[in-house]
C-alpha cells in the first residue's frame, strides 16, 4: 500500500523473501551482530517492513534482550535462552536480518526442547521470561511479576 507522497513515500510489505527463508511480520529473527558476541545474538521481533523512498529495504525491529544486558543481570532463574521483551524499537536494513526463530512462551520451550533430537541445535529457539524497560530497568516476569534486585 502507498504511503505519504513525496520523499516519505513508503511501500510497506507484509513479507519479504531471504534466500529460501520468508520472514513476515509479527516473526521474530536473529539479526547479525558483531563476532564478539555469538553467544548472545541480537533476536526482534519483526514490526514492519517497507522500501524507502531511495529504493532501500527497511525492517522495524521490536528487541528482545537477553538478560546478561539487563540492569540486574544474568539470574540463577533466566535459562540458557531466555529473552525480556523490550519496547526499544528502531529501523534497520533488512540485509541485517541473519534468519528467523522462534521465542515462544516457557512452558512450549520445554515441550520443544524434549522433542528435539539429543545434541540438536537449539540456537533458533528461545522463551520469553518476561519483559524489560531499558530506560528504567524494570524487569517484569513472564507471569506479570515486577523483579527486583
Not at 4 to 9: D, S, V
Not at 30 to 44: A, D, K, T, W
Not at 84 to 108: A, K, M
Request: charged share 30%; aromatic share 10%.
Amino acid at each position: 500500500r502507498r504511503g505519504l507522497k513525496g520523499k516519505a513515500r513508503k511501500l510497506f510489505y507484509k513479507a519479504i523473501v531471504r534466500g529460501r527463508e520468508t520472514v513476515r511480520v509479527g516473526d521474530c529473527a536473529v539479526f547479525l551482530s558483531s563476532p564478539g558476541r555469538p553467544q548472545l545474538p541480537y533476536v526482534g521481533r519483526v514490526e514492519s517492513l517497507w522500501e524507502s523512498w531511495s529504493a532501500c529495504m527497511v525492517v522495524r525491529v521490536k528487541w528482545f534482550y537477553h538478560p546478561e544486558e539487563t540492569r540486574l543481570g544474568k539470574r540463577h532463574r533466566d535459562g540458557k535462552n531466555a529473552l525480556y521483551q523490550s519496547s526499544h524499537e528502531d529501523e534497520n536494513d533488512v540485509q541485517t536480518i541473519s534468519h528467523r526463530c522462534q521465542v515462544v512462551s516457557r512452558d512450549e520451550y520445554e515441550h520443544l526442547i524434549r522433542r528435539r533430537k539429543p545434541g540438536g541445535v537449539s540456537n533458533d529457539l528461545f522463551y520469553q521470561a518476561g519483559t524489560y524497560e531499558p530506560t528504567t530497568g524494570q524487569l517484569v516476569s513472564a507471569e506479570g511479576v515486577a523483579i527486583v534486585s
